[in-house]
């Protein structure tokens, strides 16, 4: 695999994430200067000529690589305890299909899922991101979302629907062991660990008769993927919180 720029180093430069943290504090520094009576102005003003300032992914944060600039190929891949797949047997591959199309969309270079899958069929489901980047060596990170936790009733309620959902999102960096030899060898660190939890909606659950189960599990898995995605791709500080 050919060398990649190490984008963690900044030198005497200013990183890309502290630049993009300028304008909002900017922004808190003038409301803490402003009188009360001031800030709802203020505030309108910032907005319309920052506009909605960018959050960095987690990932970013941790590592200072911005798999956005798509110089980094990378494999996501989700997983379940038996306990929630005997329930929800369709959500690991549900939850890859959607972080996929969306890190894609935000410029994410993303294996297919159905290639990893052909991979994963041969370990009989099992994740193995050594074999993972084996079997594909011009990826530079393996992702592996794992949902420890999902439901969709509320605690004790049939008939209210409140989706929570919890797990963690390991990453692992494949690199090689001797970039000269007749044949290549890789092997994985893992450098990225993050738990994330999820509850949809916070406000109040969901009636029964009012949405078919079907739709509010969809309209959930939406939801847990945006709060997963936010590992990975940058969001709006309106989407962050």
Not at 10 to 35: D, E, F, N, Q, Y
Not at 169 to 188: T, W
């Amino acid at each position: 695999m050919a060398d990649r720029p190490d984008r963690r180093v900044t030198g005497g430069r200013i990183c890309r994430s502290a630049v993009r943290g300028l304008p909002m504090l900017c922004v808190l520094a003038g409301l803490l200067l402003c009188h009360s009576g001031c800030i709802n102005v203020f505030a309108i003003a910032g907005k319309m000529l920052l506009g909605d300032p960018m959050v960095p992914s987690t990932f970013e944060q941790r590592t200072g690589v911005d798999l956005s600039e798509g110089l980094d190929r990378v494999i996501v891949v989700c997983s379940a305890p038996h306990g929630v797949t005997d329930e929800f047997d369709a959500l690991p591959l549900d939850l890859q299909e959607r972080l996929y199309r969306e890190m894609g969309r935000r410029g994410i270079d993303v294996v297919k899922p159905d290639e990893v899958a052909s991979v994963l069929d041969e370990t009989g489901g099992r994740i193995d991101p050594q074999r993972l980047a084996r079997e594909f060596d011009d990826v530079a990170y393996i992702f592996h979302v794992d949902v420890e936790q999902f439901t969709l009733l509320e605690s004790g309620s049939p008939n209210l629907y409140r989706g929570r959902s919890a797990g963690n999102v390991y990453g692992y960096e494949a690199r090689s062991v001797d970039p000269h030899a007749d044949v290549e060898r890789r092997h994985v660190v893992k450098v990225f660990e993050q738990e994330f939890g999820s509850e949809y909606p916070r406000a109040h659950p969901v009636t029964a008769d009012s949405t078919p189960i079907r739709v509010f599990q969809r309209r959930f898995l939406d939801h847990l993927s945006e709060v997963v995605g936010r590992n990975f791709y940058d969001v709006r500080t309106t989407e962050a919180f």
